[in-house]
């Protein structure tokens, strides 16, 4: 690569940032709000806390917040029905303080996005895809695991408020697969957060094993056999078992899976614009903000910007 790829490496990542999760860790973690006609805005005012401080802290040239939007529309819903089935409906408070958050960023000037058919997994390895083109790294902003194996050499998957940022080869040390073998090693030991079968009895360091031999899972199904006199505990258990669950295996495969081509995006949606004033200041007034707050909010997106 030129040196301006090299530059543009090292010095402005994209942030891609999984939202929700940092909503709902908001909703139990912030004290008690209301908007002006009294309906609770906790989670809003945490996740701006959180929005405004990385925004502060990092600057950011190119940034992008996916959702979630409809778990009962989910396209891994209709490959697997029971796909987090163990999951509770957000209540209805909270599915309007989504709203809000989005709308907030929207008038804001950030690029927001949901899918009722995608998750906000698979908006972000769609967008991971269209900066890689650019020779943009991503720091990819989540707790979630399954990210992972998006992260490709000069990455990184941070918990941005626990403050655990791992590259790829971190992220091996860790979980003892390469970032590409994550899918695999997830569709193997399954992932009860997710309600993904797996298989019952292998957990993540023994299919980290198994994928640390044969690489892929494709490849660890041709030569089965071969499991049996691998030198790890439980080897003939191990091997008979996924004999007997490939079918199972397969399927979380497809679940396991962040697909990273369900539409096209340019990389200008992911610099900051100008914000919507009129929507920015309805909206401050709602959800009970500050003449303070809101300068602060537009100082910090001039500074970004210029």
Same mark, same amino acid.
């Given at each position: 690569?030129?040196?301006?790829?090299?530059?543009?490496? &090292?010095?402005?990542?994209?942030?891609?940032?999984?939202?929700?999760?940092?909503?709902?860790?908001?909703?139990?973690?912030?004290?008690?709000?209301?908007?002006?006609?009294?309906?609770?805005? &906790?989670?809003?005012?945490?996740?701006?806390?959180? !929005?405004?401080?990385?925004?502060?802290?990092?600057?950011? $040239?190119?940034?992008?917040?996916?959702?979630?939007?409809?778990?009962?529309?989910? *396209?891994?819903?209709?490959?697997?029905?029971?796909?987090?089935?163990?999951?509770?409906?957000?209540?209805?408070?909270?599915?309007?303080?989504?709203?809000?958050?989005? $709308?907030?960023?929207?008038?804001?000037?950030?690029?927001?996005?949901?899918?009722?058919?995608?998750?906000?997994?698979?908006?972000?390895?769609? @967008?991971?895809?269209?900066?890689?083109?650019?020779?943009?790294?991503?720091?990819?902003?989540?707790?979630?695991?399954?990210?992972?194996?998006?992260?490709?050499? &000069?990455?990184?998957? @941070?918990?941005?408020?626990?403050?655990?940022?791992?590259?790829?080869?971190?992220?091996? =040390?860790?979980?003892?697969?390469?970032?590409?073998?994550?899918?695999?090693?997830?569709?193997?030991?399954?992932?009860?957060?997710?309600?993904?079968?797996?298989?019952?009895?292998?957990?993540?360091?023994?299919?980290?094993?198994?994928? =640390?031999?044969?690489? !892929?899972?494709? &490849?660890?199904?041709?030569?089965?056999?071969?499991?049996?006199?691998?030198?790890?505990?439980?080897? $003939?258990?191990?091997?008979?078992?996924?004999?007997? *669950?490939?079918?199972?295996?397969?399927?979380?495969?497809?679940?396991?899976?962040? =697909?990273?081509?369900?539409?096209?995006?340019?990389?200008?949606?992911?610099?900051?614009?100008?914000?919507?004033?009129? *929507?920015?200041?309805?909206?401050?007034?709602?959800?009970?903000?500050?003449?303070?707050?809101?300068?602060?909010?537009?100082?910090?997106?001039?500074?970004?910007?210029?």
């Amino acid at each position: 690569m030129g040196g301006l790829a090299n530059t543009r490496s &090292n010095t402005d990542p994209a942030w891609l940032i999984d939202s929700s999760i940092y909503v709902f860790k908001a909703w139990y973690r912030s004290p008690e709000q209301f908007d002006i006609e009294g309906n609770p805005i &906790n989670a809003v005012y945490g996740f701006l806390d959180f !929005t405004y401080n990385l925004l502060k802290n990092e600057s950011p $040239k190119f940034i992008g917040f996916a959702f979630d939007e409809s778990l009962e529309t989910s *396209h891994r819903k209709e490959i697997y029905p029971l796909y987090k089935a163990n999951r509770s409906p957000a209540p209805d408070s909270l599915s309007k303080q989504f709203l809000y958050c989005r $709308k907030f960023l929207r008038a804001f000037g950030i690029h927001e996005a949901a899918s009722l058919h995608y998750e906000a997994d698979d908006l972000i390895g769609t @967008w991971a895809k269209a900066l890689r083109k650019q020779n943009i790294p991503v720091n990819f902003i989540t707790a979630d695991k399954d990210l992972t194996q998006l992260v490709y050499e &000069n990455d990184h998957w @941070w918990e941005y408020q626990q403050g655990q940022k791992l590259n790829a080869q971190a992220i091996t =040390k860790k979980f003892k697969a390469k970032p590409r073998q994550i899918a695999d090693q997830l569709a193997i030991a399954g992932d009860k957060s997710d309600n993904i079968p797996g298989v019952l009895g292998i957990g993540m360091a023994t299919a980290g094993k198994l994928l =640390k031999k044969f690489d !892929t899972i494709e &490849n660890m199904f041709a030569n089965i056999p071969e499991i049996a006199s691998m030198q790890i505990r439980g080897a $003939k258990q191990i091997q008979q078992l996924i004999e007997a *669950h490939q079918e199972s295996i397969k399927l979380s495969r497809k679940l396991t899976e962040i =697909k990273c081509n369900i539409a096209q995006i340019s990389i200008d949606n992911f610099k900051l614009t100008k914000p919507n004033r009129e *929507h920015f200041n309805q909206l401050c007034h709602v959800l009970g903000l500050s003449n303070k707050t809101q300068q602060q909010w537009l100082e910090l997106h001039e500074s970004i910007c210029c």
